[in-house]
Each structure stands twice: as C-alpha cells, then as structure tokens.
T-cell receptor, first 114, second 114 residues
Framework: EAQVTQNPRYLITVTGKKLTVTCSQN?????MSWYRQDPGLGLRQIYY???????DKGDVPEGYKVSRKEKRNFPLILESPSPNQTSLYFC?????????????FGPGTRLTVL | AQSVTQLGSHVSVSEGALVLLRCNYS??????LFWYVQYPNQGLQLLLK??????LVKGINGFEAEFKKSETSFHLTKPSAHMSDAAEYFC????????????FGSGTRLLVRP
C-alpha cells in the first residue's frame, strides 16, 4: 500500500531532550516536506526537500533540523525542544515539486514538550 | 506574500443541506488551488485541485469547487451533507513562482447535525 508513515504517533518529552520524528514514504517520491499544525493557524511548512541531499527552510524552521540521506526517509530533528514546539506534525511527499503534484500526508505525530 | 483566507472556523449544517466552505486567495496571478480534508486523528487527504484547466472542479465524496478569478475565490460545495462529511477542511494554494511551497488556510471545521 502506498503510504507515508511517521513514528512515533504520540510523544511527550521534556524541554531540552533531543528527539527525532521519522518519516518514510514508499512511493519513490522526490519531494518531501514537514508541517506543523496549530489551532487557528492551519499548517505551516517547516522544511522541505526536493531530492536526496537537497533541503531548504520553510516558513517556520527555527528550532528544527532535517536530513535527506535516502530518498524514502526525511527525519525531523528537534535538538533542544521547547514548549512552543508542542504541536501536531505532518510529513508529506509528492512525486516531484511540480506545482500540480498532489502531496500525500502521513497520519501525524502529536508532540508535547513539558 | 501569498495568503489564503477561509471564512468561518466552524460551519454547522443539517444532514441533507447544502455545504458551502469559503476560500479566498490573495494573488494577482492565479495560483494552483487545493482542498484537503482531515478526519479526526488522521492526516490530510486531497479532495480536489484546480490546475488551470476547467474552472469547475469535481472531487471525491461528491464535493466540487469553482475557481472564480474575478472574486479570487475557490469555494467548496456539496449539494447534500452527510454525517460522514464532518471533518476539518483546508484550502491551500501553491504560488506559480514557488512550486515547492504549499500555503494553507486556517481551516474550517464542518459539523453535520442529524
């Protein structure tokens, strides 16, 4: 089944404890992206990647890191999480970054930083 | 900068009634436009997209949207609401000059009354 998977689905952590949220897609997509969803703000893009080893900042990149060493994986790293990073995170992928391509979303990771 | 406005954070309709969810974009150049749906505890799923072909776009689950350049709008409609349509709906735009970026509105939660 074609899908985007994220792990973990739920995570509660404490301020300053490094964490990684994994994202994997099995559709051979070139483009991958991370979003955070906050009430009343919709989804905001954190980072995106147009292909292996090509990443760039989205609208809200502060406090996050990403890497794209393999085409299928695009982990999101929070090196020193803070409470304002408590949010619902979504990974998405599409065949390419062509404007009309559909983005497919993972199920989300709900992160709470205490 | 490109932006998307969804009028009404909550819309309530009776089962069988018309569904109308509003979306306006800000751009002098029509972007590509998308509607996504998010069911509880799930990721986002594409309902439909406008890619400069037909102005009336039909999507899944009986939804459709009409692109109106003069009104910079892309409202989502469904003739008859079903209980299973209760979800959050997001309008998104992809600017012509930034094909890697997907800008989301703040979302509209649709409630369907029996």
């Amino acid at each position: 089944e074609a899908q985007v998977t994220q792990n973990p689905r739920y995570l509660i952590t404490v301020t300053g404890k490094k964490l990684t949220v994994t994202c994997s897609q099995n559709m051979n997509h070139e483009y991958m992206s991370w979003y955070r969803q906050d009430p009343g703000l919709g989804l905001r893009q954190i980072y995106y990647s147009m292909n292996v080893e090509v990443t760039d900042k989205g609208d809200v990149p502060e406090g996050y890191k990403v890497s794209r060493k393999e085409k299928r994986n695009f982990p999101l790293i929070l090196e020193s999480p803070s409470p304002n990073q408590t949010s619902l995170y979504f990974c998405a992928s599409s065949l390419s970054y062509t404007s009309t391509d559909t983005q497919y979303f993972g199920p989300g990771t709900r992160l709470t930083v205490l | 900068a490109q932006s998307v406005t969804q009028l009404g954070s909550h819309v309530s309709v009776s089962e069988g009634a018309l569904v109308l969810l509003r979306c306006n974009y800000s751009s002098s150049v029509p972007p590509y436009l998308f509607w996504y749906v998010q069911y509880p505890n799930q990721g986002l799923q594409l309902l439909l997209k406008y890619t400069s072909a037909a102005t009336l776009v039909k999507g899944i689950n009986g939804f459709e949207a009409e692109f109106k350049k003069s009104e910079t709008s892309f409202h989502l409609t469904k003739p008859s609401a079903h209980m299973s349509d209760a979800a959050e709906y997001f309008c998104a735009v992809r600017p012509m000059d930034s094909s890697y970026k997907l800008i989301f509105g703040s979302g509209t939660r649709l409630l369907v009354r029996p």
